[in-house]
């Protein structure tokens, strides 16, 4: 696709279940990155992956967050025994080689804990 | 924790108005960008400036960045009702992740 495309859109859940989260990048982008964005506020950075692996993994919450990249394209964020907390917009980012290129971002999955 | 801070938080102005933000930052960096969003989700990306750029221009935005500073100022021209939505700043860490830092974001209403 043209630009990067994350599914779903909203998922409501209840607290102490698992949820997955799905971002297909742009299509050749090596960099991928995944955000939160609580009400309000700015996004925070939560992982970047280069290729397969996770470069940078610093802004993790905690060991209930995890992600993987497995072929080096789409990725998933998994999230387990969720909290109310942990209801935010979801962003994820997919960047090209080049140090001046931009980060593009989805439209997000609104995750809501009840 | 976030680098940057925008100011104003929020701004009101007419349309055919100018509207200026500001933001500052905390640390080294390589680039700094802009995005703008509308309605809590996705991000629009408005410009990048280099570290080594004081001012760059795209349509009726203009971007400068004082490095010694460390603040960067967007300003929009001739503004219109369109234009409201949040804008932010964002810095990357200076390293090679290039992992972005942003703001918390300046609200704009452009009132017709």
């Known amino acids: 696709g043209a630009g990067v495309s994350q599914t779903p859109s909203n998922k409501v859940t209840e607290k102490g279940k698992y949820v997955e989260l799905r971002c297909d990048p742009i299509s050749g982008h090596t960099a991928l990155y995944w955000y939160r964005q609580s009400l309000g506020q700015g996004p925070e950075f939560l992982i970047y992956f280069q290729g397969t692996g996770a470069a940078d993994d610093s802004g993790l919450p905690n060991d209930r967050f995890f992600a993987v990249r497995p072929e080096g394209s789409v990725s998933t964020l998994k999230i387990q025994r969720t909290e109310r907390g942990d209801s935010a917009v979801y962003l994820c980012?997919?960047?090209?080689?080049?140090?001046?290129?931009?980060?593009?971002f989805g439209p997000g999955t609104r995750l809501t804990v009840l | 924790s976030q680098q940057g801070e925008e100011d104003p938080q929020a701004l009101s102005i007419q349309e055919g108005e100018n509207a200026t933000m500001n933001c500052s930052y905390k640390?080294?960096?390589?680039?700094l960008q802009w995005y703008r969003q509308n309605s809590g989700r996705g991000l629009v990306h408005l410009i990048l400036i280099r570290s080594n750029e004081r001012e760059k221009h795209s349509g009726r935005l203009r971007v400068t960045l004082d490095t010694s500073k460390k603040s960067s100022s967007l300003l929009i021209t001739a503004s219109r009702a369109a234009d409201t939505a949040s804008y932010f700043c964002?810095?990357?860490?200076?390293?090679?992740?290039?992992?972005?830092?942003f703001g918390s974001g300046t609200r704009l209403l452009v009132r017709p």
């Open positions: 980012a997919s960047k090209g080689a080049s140090n001046t290129d931009t980060q593009y």
């Open positions: 964002a810095t990357d860490a200076g390293d090679s992740s290039y992992k972005l830092i």
């Open positions: 640390t080294s960096i390589n680039n």
